[in-house]
């Protein structure tokens, strides 16, 4: 059989992405979506999303780690399916969609979504790093000479060593002004470094500010794979109306043999 896939990046966080609309594609098969972001012997994706219909909004997302397993929020696939769902016409610019989280807003003009994220009433803060959730779990750690880290093997020391089986994301952040930070983050799920991780900048933009190193609610995050944009309000100690904001670019379309 041929599946018809389209292939999205976010600041270089890339994606298989499905319109699974009408129940076509095998779900329970971790296999298949591990083969299909597989780089040499399939498409190649750091996951693999699903678009679906969902009776309480405009679509659902369902979404994959690169080892086949469904995982927890990513907010730069998130914005990727947005930018998929206006493609197809399923919005119009604006949209409300569910996720694994819940309720998400979003908008798009030309390939910049701007996505609304899911609140964040706790961040952690411990003497070498922080931890808070934004959707899914981030250890924030500040360290000096970013671009000279071996991320891959120093983020799967923190991932196995603190975090046991189940894990978290690691994002490691260099200040490079009052306002800006560089991040560079090793997923779970990928088990390696990605050019970018939305709900990874989220989180270092909020843990930044819990820890003084910024007083502004709008941030600058740079990472390997492009910019983006955090804003928030913060009420109370707690973080809300969080919104990540970025491009989000189609790559190819394409049939693929299964």
């Given at each position: ?49 699903l678009l679906e219909n969902d009776k309480m909004s405009d679509f659902k997302m369902v979404y994959y ?193 299964w």
């Open positions: 059989m041929a599946l018809q896939f389209f292939k999205y990046q976010g600041t270089g966080n890339d994606f298989v992405i499905i319109d699974n609309r009408l129940q076509t594609f095998p779900k329970n098969d971790t296999k298949l979506i591990a083969k299909l972001c597989d780089r040499k012997f399939g498409i190649g994706g750091d996951g693999l999303i780690n690169a080892d086949g397993a469904e995982s927890t929020m990513c907010g730069n696939g998130g914005r990727c399916l947005v930018a998929f769902a206006n493609y197809l016409g399923v919005i119009n610019g604006k949209t409300s969609f569910n996720a694994i989280d819940g309720l998400h807003h979003a908008t798009i003009v030309e390939d910049i979504v701007e996505l609304n994220m899911t609140d964040v009433d706790e961040v952690k803060i411990k003497p070498a790093y922080s931890f808070l959730d934004t959707g899914s779990p981030h250890h924030v750690q500040l360290i000096e000479n970013l671009s000279k880290l071996d991320v891959q093997k120093e983020g799967a020391k923190l991932r196995y060593g603190l975090y046991g089986q189940v894990g978290s994301n690691i994002n490691f952040v260099e200040q490079l002004d009052s306002n800006s930070f560089g991040v560079r983050t090793y997923e779970r799920g990928v088990e390696d470094e990605t050019l970018s991780c939305g709900t990874g900048v989220t989180a270092v933009a909020i843990a930044m500010h819990k820890l003084g190193k910024t007083s502004l609610n709008s941030i600058e995050v740079s990472t390997p794979g492009g910019n983006l944009t955090i804003s928030f309000d913060h009420q109370e100690g707690s973080y809300r109306n969080i919104y990540l904001k970025g491009p989000a670019k189609q790559v190819y379309k394409g049939e693929i043999k």
